[in-house]
Structure formats: structure tokens, C-alpha cells
């Protein structure tokens, strides 16, 4: 076989693989992206019944701080629930602000079915109860997401003028966490957005993340617009970064709040 001819066979098997890479990622990515799990809540949690726009009905927590002048949405990683990330919003709200947290369509007790579109209408409906219902300003909104949910709060930072963003573990882009070149039908494509998003960022990442490499978060971070801060916290994995990282969290979440608008 001649050197043309090798060649000719790698190109061709190279756009072969490209393909059947991009057609399984189009129709597989639901299954692969989501891990919902459906659990009763903690009957000392107040919740709160959302509807989406599709009709579904999807539950949320509002933990409202008596002096705080910012409110964060904070939308959760894959395989999390209210319950779970109960905790987080608690440290949330010490820290000084008002939290609002909720559940994608098929996550805890809301129905329907998680995808793409659906998380973003997720967390359009949260938005819209605190913008429409509790008469809170989009400036006083900070959104806040962790790895899954990172994608969603930065999908809404790019389309309304929030007071902030803070991403833990975010990715690129859902594709490139398993295949770090560009596909096809990607999904939650958080680098094409990062050029709309101008409000103050805040980027936390773990160094041994062994879900969402650390490289994605230092990309995410050097691909945005400033005014931006980051947080690289040595030895943390995807899922202990504030209790690896103790009181440096805390440090990083005050820092940011005095770059918020005043």
C-alpha cells in the first residue's frame, strides 16, 4: 500500500469516526448528559411550585436574607436535587445573600423530562419569579451554577443583565469533556456565550476534578470578559471543592461581592 493510499484510508476513517461521533452524541446526549433521580423532599424544606413553559410543573426553594441587597439563583450539578445541595444554599445565604434554588424537569419531585431546552427553561421560570413575582431587579441576580448548572447560569448571564455569575467546575462545552475538539449539534456551548456575558465573574475550580478536567475551568476563565476573579483550589475533586477549599471559599465569595454593583 503506497503513502497515498494510507492516507487517503486515515482521512477517510477520520471523517468516518468524526461522524458516527457526532450522529451518537445527537441522538445519545440526553441519556448521557442527565442522571435525574426522583426523591421526596425534606419536609422541613419550603417549597415552592414553578410552571414552565411547556406546562410542567418543577420545585424550587427561596431562602430570602433579611439585609441581603443580592439574590442568588443557584442552579445545581447533574445528579444533585433540592436535598442535596441543601447545604451549599445555606452557606449561600450566610454569606449575605438571598438564595433561590430549583430542580430541572424530572429532578426531585418535578415532572416532565430533562434536556437542553428544558433547563433553560428551568431556569427562565426561576428568573421569572423573582423578577416578576418577588419584584427583584435583574441587577440584584446573581446567577450561580455548578458544573451542569454552570452551562445554565451562563446561558442566562448572556441573555439578561445580571449583578454577577459564578461558575463552579464549568466546561466549555458538553462535548468537549469527552472529545476535546469541536462537534457537531454540541450541546451547552458555554464558550460561545462567554463573549455576551459582561457582568463580574467569578470562576472556581478544583485541580484533580476528575469529571470536568481543570483545564476547561482556566479556559472558561481566560476566555471571558472582565470584570473576572478565579479561585484554582489545589487538591479539590468535582465534588469537595469548598470544603477543600475552607475558608478561601468564603474569602473568594466576599471578594466578589465588592465587585458587585453598588
Known amino acids: 500500500m503506497t503513502v497515498k493510499n494510507v492516507l487517503g484510508f486515515l482521512l477517510s476513517f477520520t471523517v468516518v469516526f468524526y461522524v458516527a461521533l457526532t450522529l451518537f452524541g445527537y441522538f445519545c446526549a440526553d441519556k448521557l448528559l442527565f442522571h435525574p433521580h426522583t426523591v421526596a423532599y425534606d419536609t422541613l424544606m419550603p417549597v415552592i411550585k414553578l410552571k ?106 448572556s441573555r439578561h443583565n445580571l449583578a454577577g455569575l459564578v461558575l463552579e467546575s464549568p466546561f466549555l462545552s458538553a462535548y468537549q469533556v469527552v472529545v476535546p475538539i469541536p462537534l457537531l449539534f454540541d450541546r451547552f456551548t458555554t464558550d460561545a456565550k462567554l463573549g455576551r456575558i459582561t457582568c463580574p465573574l467569578l470562576v472556581l475550580h478544583g485541580s484533580l476534578d476528575d469529571v470536568v478536567p481543570f483545564s476547561h475551568g482556566k479556559a472558561v476563565y481566560e476566555k471571558a470578559n472582565s470584570p473576572k476573579m478565579h479561585l484554582w483550589v489545589e487538591g479539590a475533586h468535582h465534588n469537595d471543592l469548598p470544603q477543600v477549599a475552607g475558608k478561601h471559599y ?6 466578589f461581592k465588592e465587585t458587585l454593583p453598588q
Open 52 to 157: 414552565t413553559a411547556d406546562g410542567e410543573i418543577i420545585s424550587a426553594v427561596y431562602l430570602p436574607g433579611l439585609t441581603a441587597k443580592y439574590t442568588v439563583i443557584y442552579s445545581h450539578g447533574n445528579a444533585e436535587d433540592l436535598n442535596s445541595i441543601f447545604p451549599a444554599l445555606l452557606a449561600l445565604r450566610r454569606a449575605g445573600f438571598s438564595v433561590f434554588a430549583y430542580d430541572y424537569h424530572g429532578y426531585g419531585e418535578s415532572t416532565g423530562h430533562p434536556s437542553e431546552a428544558n433547563t433553560y427553561a428551568d431556569i427562565n421560570a426561576a428568573y421569572a419569579y423573582l423578577t416578576e413575582t418577588q419584584h427583584i431587579p435583574s441587577n440584584r441576580i446573581v446567577a450561580y451554577g455548578r458544573s451542569l448548572g454552570a452551562a445554565v447560569s451562563a446561558d442566562l448571564a
Open 250 to 255: 468564603a474569602e473568594a465569595i466576599n471578594a
